[in-house]
């Protein structure tokens, strides 16, 4: 390395250290997730970069910048430490990259507006925040998810998105693409903003732009299901017509019938217990917020998690039941040709006003008439706004929303929940049917 390029790099480091001491005295509850991020030279690459686990600068491009304008360099630094507590890298192989990279900078961007920091402000912030304005009014609290999910169904012009790019990117999302060798993970980071989403409530109480940050953490940090793994309740015990490998022991039997002609030693015992889903209900709200497409996409994806690979028994009783206020239609569904047939050509009844009740009623009802031997659960598709039973049933309640929503009440504490994305949903249904 020549001396010129030492001192480059001595004068780069000087400044990422300043930008660092800067954010931490404005943002002291940033410390734990300052401390994680580890800063690493990438010469001749003109920009910043993170991997979540690491930050990439180009010295010269440190330079140029803080030459141009000082504050950018903290305010990038700030850009990218943000993406990290929100956990925008971990979920870009999941989504549109061009769409997430922009929802994401706009998120992080209009968080550091909003806390209206004195050591990061650009000059074209007033520019920003007009846009950002605009945008608010069209999708709420301004969290990537949000933006990622409107800019999908209102995709950009090429003028919108390069006049986007110029107010809101501040790095590159190359490195975001998955990497085992990742020593940080997304749980460790979820751990760290967690953390900051509680030292910001006692910290930033009589400070302005808390609630955006807020508003983002809560999104960062909220459980998210996997609805395979949930259906596993639904599996009970029951014998399966299969060769039982664990006790039969194929050398005595082959020996008998080579030995003996057509006489095994040993019978194989065609039964065994297997975890098995056989009788469970499927629930559909029919208020006006369930659409006709999403309820399909809904049935679909359950319905091919619960029969894949060994979850269903050869026979099954399904009951498909629609409900708004009142049980509106029961169907019945022994095996894949009436499913299709309902997906197909069944029709949504209702559309009044949501009372779960109803259901576990009627449920009730058809256990007293013995409709079912083993009834193992009741998955419940909904926009979460009715009435909740209050009396606890002898089955597994699964209750599936339709994205996060914050002025949703709670489930009961006897059932569980999924929050299912109505864009993932949407996107399934469209490849079925093309």
């Not at 920009?47 to 000082?70: H, R, S, W």
């Not at 912030?125 to 990537?144: H, I, M, N, S």
């Not at 091919?304 to 409900?323: R, Y």
């Not at 894949?336 to 047939?341: A, M, T």
């Amino acid at each position: 390395m020549s001396s010129d390029d030492k001192k480059i790099s001595s004068l780069a480091s000087q400044i990422l250290a300043l930008s660092h001491d800067d954010i931490l005295v404005h943002l002291r509850f940033f410390d734990t997730a300052l401390a994680n991020l580890k800063w690493q030279e990438k010469p001749r690459t003109l920009c910043m970069a993170t991997d979540g686990q690491n930050c990439y600068y180009d010295p010269v491009f440190i330079l140029q910048a803080y030459k141009k304008e000082p504050k950018y360099v903290t305010r990038c630094y700030l850009h990218l430490l943000l993406h990290c507590i929100f956990s925008h890298n971990f979920q870009y192989d999941k989504l549109e990259t061009e769409t997430w990279d922009l929802a994401a900078d706009i998120a992080v961007e209009n968080v550091i507006l909003d806390m209206k920091l004195p050591g990061v402000t650009l000059e074209q912030d007033e520019d920003a925040g007009r846009k950002l304005k605009v945008l608010r009014e069209d999708v709420g609290p301004l969290t990537a998810e949000r933006i990622y999910r409107y800019l999908r169904h209102n995709p950009l012009t090429p003028k919108e998105r390069e006049e986007l790019t110029k107010l809101f990117v501040r790095d590159v999302h190359t490195l975001w693409k998955p990497r085992e060798e990742l020593e940080i993970t997304m749980e460790q980071w979820k751990k760290i903003s967690e953390r900051i989403k509680a030292d910001l409530k006692s910290f930033t109480k009589a400070k302005s732009g808390a609630e955006t940050l807020e508003q983002n953490l809560e999104e960062t940090t909220r459980d998210r299901y996997d609805y395979s793994e949930i259906l596993k309740h639904f599996t009970v015990m029951g014998e399966d017509i299969t060769v039982n490998d664990e006790e039969f022991d194929y050398i005595y039997y082959t020996y008998g019938l080579d030995h003996y002609g057509n006489l095994p030693l040993i019978e194989p015992l065609e039964y065994r217990e297997a975890h098995k889903v056989k009788e469970f209900v499927i629930a559909i709200d029919t208020s006006a917020s369930c659409r006709g497409p999403i309820v399909r996409a809904f049935l679909r994806k359950t319905y091919s998690l619960l029969k894949g690979s060994e979850n269903f028994f050869h026979k099954i009783n399904v009951h498909i039941i629609q409900c708004d206020n009142e049980v509106q239609s029961d169907t019945k569904i022994t095996g894949d040709d009436d499913f299709e047939k309902f997906v197909r050509y069944g029709k949504l009844n209702g559309f009044g006003a949501t009372d779960f009740r109803p259901v576990f009623s009627y449920i009730e009802t058809l256990q007293d008439q013995g409709e079912f031997e083993d009834l193992k659960g009741l998955i419940y598709f909904t926009d979460g706004y009715g009435i909740y039973p209050e009396r606890m049933p002898d089955y597994e309640v699964i209750f599936a929303f339709l994205d996060e929503d914050e002025n949703r009440a709670p489930v009961p504490p006897w059932s569980m929940k999924v929050i299912l994305d109505s864009d993932e949903l949407e996107d399934e249904e469209n490849a079925y049917e093309h």
